[in-house]
């Protein structure tokens, strides 16, 4: 089975590589999607590309509008965040607290009946590529991601949810959309 599909996979790329000149888009869309639709119809269980998210690149100190009141900020020191209310949060990579040898990632959230605001870094790698909460209905969603310049091995990444029971599962993925580190979700 994965040999016809790596063949519909190799003759479609071909079909597009060889494909004249003069080709219109629409044909070429056409191919794509005969291929994309082959491709399902023999092996359903084939993931979708995996799609890196960019990362934001900040100087250090400088106030990220995270949306709805939400506010981030970098430094050399750590990551901070204030809510609507004003209250300042920090948290340190450099105390000691997170082991950056090692990919990881952290999770800090406040929310209510309206929904809630997570963020939290991400660390021990040069290629982080997407972070993404999942909620107990299995809906998944993408966070931000900032880092300092010269992509450090680290960064913050942050998002939105609707309300929902319990915590969320975190995962972080490399730039290919290899798992790196995940945080299991909680009923609490």
Known sequence: MKKYLTAVVAVAAVATLAAPATATAETTATLATRTTATATTVAPEAKAAFAPTPIRTVRPGERVDAGKGWTVWLTRQGKYWSGPDGF?????????????????????????????????????????????????????????????????????????????????????????????????????
């Open 88 to 188: 300042e949060n920090f948290r340190s990579v450099v105390d000691g607290n997170i082991d950056r040898s090692e990919p990881g990632v952290s999770h800090q959230s406040e929310g209510d009946q309206n929904g809630a605001f997570h963020s939290g870094l991400y660390y021990g790698t040069r290629n982080a590529g997407r972070v993404e909460l999942t909620d107990a209905d299995g809906r998944t969603t993408a966070a931000t991601l900032v880092a300092l310049p010269g992509r450090s091995d680290w960064g913050v990444w942050y998002v939105h949810t609707g309300p929902s029971q319990g915590s969320p599962a975190v995962a972080l993925y490399d730039r290919s959309g290899k798992l790196l580190a995940d945080l299991p979700a909680s009923d609490f």
